[in-house]
């Protein structure tokens, strides 16, 4: 009897497949950490976990593993998430990089498969273009709260599925020049977005069965596209009609001829092993005074 | 320095489907994989772009071999690679289960026409891949002078991922 017997219907070999794979979750926040928690209940082995925040007071309404006293000692996210996933897999292969995940491309390279949890279109357009660039699958998960007036508030949200080749998340319409116009013109803006503990749950445990059927599916020839639209309201996660339309559809968007780096040359490559652990970010003078009168722990990981 | 190969299963299994046509009269067929390369710390990262068949035209009569493919044939794959900046592998298949390896004649030809892509495209690694039905083997040139290195893992990126070890 092991720990994970209960989800033997996933395969002979699942144990083995979940324990080499290795995910990139890059955003640790309310969405990031409950996708950590589940991926070290998995049994997932391998983990690239990049957020370059630390908690604050308004983070603990939704993140996961976080507590009063990490805020105290400012503990980023990314230690949060690396100290959840130990609790469940004493031994598992974590990078945790507290910096943008560009900082992290090179490890992020190496994922089986990358589940972003960011704020923004930009962000995820980006993210969507280095993934298709290095053929690895990508899972989307955002939610957002609208204001409808006397109604009061509709809670949404969207879980994509971007594999290499199928549709993107241009393809499905979810980023559009237009949302990333707006986009622009309010950054800077002040104030911020409305997040919720349960709807990032329903989104992140929604995004693991879809981590799950790409590593080791339970049933045959699960959709290579997936775009699902999450209504808090009315409690429901329903496939969005841009699924059935682009079932065939070859993505325009980021064709074949794009994989890999565009300037490579093996001439040039210097090839090192990895540090050990990502070299941690080094505090400024201000910061290490604050941190001394204020009894913080900085960025200790 | 650890090379790992990764390639969408549907190409993966286009090149399977064209490579189990019949030839006329050759025993096989081979073709070219272009490919875009990646750096992750000590990974080289081999990302398959497209597939080319030799032409039924391109194939000539041997019986020495399974397959004997015309100097123009070659030609056509060294040209894709100079001017497509792409790293270019050949590819054939052995068919059966498992992790396969190369013939005593892949091994020689293999060693004849593979430098010819890095003197004409020097920026990439050049190789080739030899098939099963279920997985893959393949050896890297990454210059004409140090030793050439196995692919060390493959990944088929489908629904579901496929990772093997094959050297």
């Not at chain 1, 204001?147 to 319409?173: D, H, Y």
């Not at chain 1, 329903?238 to 699924?243: K, L, Y």
């Not at chain 2, 990974?43 to 015309?70: C, H, K, N, Q, T």
Request: positive net charge; glycine residues 10%; charged residues 25%.
């Amino acid at each position: 009897m092991t720990r994970l017997d209960r989800q033997s219907f996933l395969g002979a070999d699942s144990d083995a497949i979940l324990d080499a794979a290795t995910i990139g979750i890059v955003g640790l926040g309310g969405g990031g950490s409950h996708f950590a928690q589940q991926a070290a209940h998995m049994g997932i082995g391998g983990y690239v976990n990049a957020d370059p925040d630390i908690i604050e007071d308004t983070n603990t309404n939704r993140l996961i593993g976080g507590t009063l006293a990490d805020v105290a000692v400012s503990m980023p996210k990314v230690t949060i998430a690396e100290r959840l996933i130990r609790g469940l897999r004493p031994k598992a292969r974590i990078i945790s990089v507290q910096a943008d995940w560009r900082d992290a491309a090179d490890d992020l390279k190496r994922c089986d498969v990358i589940i972003g949890a960011v704020d923004g279109f930009q962000e995820r357009e980006q993210l969507e273009r280095f993934v298709r660039r290095h053929l690895i699958p990508y899972i989307d998960i955002g939610m957002d709260v609208h204001e409808l007036g006397k109604k009061g508030f509709l809670v949404s949200g969207q879980v994509i599925l971007s594999m290499p080749g199928a549709p993107c998340m241009r393809c499905c319409g979810f980023i559009t020049d237009e949302r990333l116009e707006q986009e622009a013109k309010r950054y800077g803006a002040a104030g911020s977005r409305p997040q919720v503990v349960w709807s990032n749950g329903v989104l992140a445990s929604t995004a693991m069965g879809l981590l799950t059927q790409v590593l080791t599916p339970w049933y045959p020839n699960p959709p290579k596209f997936v775009f699902l639209d999450y209504d808090g309201n009315k409690g429901t996660m329903t496939r969005n009609a841009r699924m059935e339309l682009l079932r065939d559809h070859v993505c325009p968007h980021h064709p074949a001829d794009e994989t890999g780096d565009p300037m490579f040359d093996i001439r040039k490559q210097a090839f090192r092993p990895r540090l050990t652990a990502a070299p941690e970010p080094a505090l400024r003078w201000w910061q290490q005074i604050w941190n001394r009168i204020f009894g913080r722990a900085g960025t200790a990981k | 320095m650890n090379i790992r190969f990764k390639i969408t299963a549907s190409l993966l299994a286009a090149i399977r489907a064209d490579l189990r046509r019949q030839h006329a009269f050759a025993h096989e067929r081979v073709g070219f994989i272009s490919a875009g390369l990646a750096a992750a710390h000590d990974d080289l990262i081999i990302l398959a772009r497209e597939y080319r068949p030799v032409r039924d035209e391109d194939y000539l009569p041997d019986p020495g071999v399974g397959a004997m493919i015309s100097a123009e044939a070659i030609r056509g794959a060294r040209q894709w690679a100079m001017n497509d900046r792409v790293a270019v592998f050949h590819v054939h298949t052995h068919g059966g289960r498992g992790v396969p390896g190369f013939s005593g004649v892949d091994i020689r030809e293999n060693a004849r026409f593979v430098p010819n892509f890095v003197s004409v495209a020097p920026h990439a690694v050049h190789g080739a891949v030899v098939l099963s039905d279920t997985a893959a083997f393949g050896q890297v040139w990454l210059n004409r002078k140090s030793p050439q290195p196995f692919i060390t893992r493959f990944a088929e990126v489908g629904m579901p991922i496929r990772n093997w070890r094959a050297a």
